[in-house]
């Protein structure tokens, strides 16, 4: 079996969780999750206090599927209680962001200002002019949002400009040396 796929996934106190018609829908008190999973070969089971998958068989695609499935069960019951957050350090001589209602505005050394939306669900802070909280119960939305603002400006190996995760570590490149 599967080392992640064989792992119950415990429900925590105010937090439900329904199975039906291949629809796993995931309530706590911060919002409500739904993921839809191939019912025909995984199998949920909902017990006092904890959530069980197995699967039909032994086939390759089978297996991954139990893991995946357990993985974003258990991200969805994490995220509906305690939710997800990802900072980002925005590095450059002159740059800041700051908040315009529910925009990002991003003054990274472009001649204008980049405005940045979020999706719905997720919510964009900037606990200074220098970082971004994205935060939100969806994991894989909060991720998305958080590449998303990186890619306006990925981070140079040279003097590490750019906007980079909060654990991000960017190796520095020697640069030029004059002729000897």
């Known amino acids: 079996m599967s080392r992640i796929g064989r792992e119950p ?32 070969v995984i199998t949920v089971n909902v017990e006092a206090g904890v959530v069980k998958l197995t699967r039909a068989n032994d086939q390759g695609p089978v297996r991954a599927k139990h ?8 991200n969805m019951v994490t995220g509906v209680t305690n939710g997800f957050e990802k900072r980002l350090i925005v590095n450059g001589v002159g740059w800041k962001v700051n908040m315009n209602g529910e925009k990002l505005v991003l003054n990274v050394g472009f001649s204008h200002p980049i405005e940045f939306t979020a999706l719905p669900g997720v919510k964009l802070a ?8 994205v935060s939100g119960i969806n994991k894989v939305d909060v991720g998305q949002v958080a590449a998303s ?18 654990d991000e570590v960017i190796e520095h490149k020697e640069g030029k040396t004059a002729g000897k």
């Open 9 to 40: 996934v415990a429900i925590p106190a105010g937090v439900t969780v329904d199975v039906k018609d291949g629809v796993m829908t995931v309530k706590g008190p911060k919002g409500t999750l739904t993921q839809s999973f191939d019912a025909s």
């Open 67 to 74: 893991g995946l499935y357990r993985a974003l069960l258990h």
């Open 126 to 133: 900037c606990a200074s002019q220098t970082e971004i909280v």
């Open 149 to 166: 603002i990186r890619d306006i400006r990925k981070p140079e190996p040279y003097h590490g400009y750019g906007i980079r995760y909060n």
